[in-house]
T-cell receptor, first 112, second 114 residues
Framework: QKEVEQNSGPLSVPEGAIASLNCTYSDRGSQSFFWYRQYSGKSPELIMSIYSNGDKEDGRFTAQLNKASQYVSLLIRDSQPSDSATYLCAVPELGGSYIPTFGRGTSLIVHP | KAGVTQTPRYLIKTRGQQVTLSCSPISGHRSVSWYQQTPGQGLQFLFEYFSETQRNKGNFPGRFSGRQFSNSRSEMNVSTLELGDSALYLC?????????????FGPGTRLTVL
């Protein structure tokens, strides 16, 4: 079964801390991975994309990919209350078919 | 550059009716994808259109259909509406498609079926 799994949370962290969001996927052959942020009542917006094993950094965000273990994570450093949102992990290709599969999302709450 | 636009933003229909939703992609984007988002199922892929052709399709019944015009604008139609079709319908556009390209989402159409 083609799946993308995320812990629904909520994940609560204090302002200034590192928030760690995790995602596992079912197909070892998947090649590209995306993290989207969705504020309540709004549409998803892209945070990061990652295609190769290892880390990819963009400002306060770092995406980490481990294809052998089939997980991708998103680290948010110096978390701000404005980071409070639901974070969606997306895998465009699972099991050889291009049917983008999204995790259910992890709700992040950053408290002052 | 203008973002993805969707019309209407809100719709209320009754069971058995049909509905057509519209999506205008970012200028220059040739791929338009449609998604259904519900609290129970999350974000689910409906289909992707690229250059007026349906290129990929998710696991939804045939009541859900779409099309794309030569200017890349896309419409989605749902026939014989059911209560379970109540959802936020999102469209997303990209330059080359869903496999590796960044998708930009529109604000969505909130459909309520009574």
């Amino acid at each position: 079964q083609k799946e993308v799994e995320q812990n629904s949370g909520p994940l609560s962290v204090p302002e200034g801390a590192i928030a760690s969001l995790n995602c596992t996927y079912s197909d070892r052959g998947s090649q590209s991975f995306f993290w989207y942020r969705q504020y309540s009542g709004k549409s998803p917006e892209l945070i990061m994309s990652i295609y190769s094993n290892g880390d990819k950094e963009d400002g306060r965000f770092t995406a980490q990919l481990n294809k052998a273990s089939q997980y991708v994570s998103l680290l948010i450093r110096d978390s701000q209350p404005s980071d409070s949102a639901t974070y969606l992990c997306a895998v465009p290709e699972l099991g050889g078919s291009y049917i983008p599969t999204f995790g259910r999302g992890t709700s992040l709450i950053v408290h002052p | 550059k203008a973002g993805v636009t969707q019309t209407p933003r809100y719709l209320i229909k009754t069971r058995g009716q049909q509905v057509t939703l519209s999506c205008s992609p970012i200028s220059g984007h040739r791929s338009v994808s449609w998604y259904q988002q519900t609290p129970g199922q999350g974000l689910q892929f409906l289909f992707e259109y690229f250059s007026e052709t349906q290129r990929n399709k998710g696991n939804f019944p045939g009541r859900f259909s779409g099309r794309q015009f030569s200017n890349s604008r896309s419409e989605m139609n749902v026939s014989t509406l059911e209560l379970g079709d109540s959802a936020l319908y999102l469209c997303a556009s990209s330059l080359a498609g869903i496999s590796t390209d960044t998708q930009y989402f529109g604000p969505g159409t909130r459909l309520t079926v009574l």
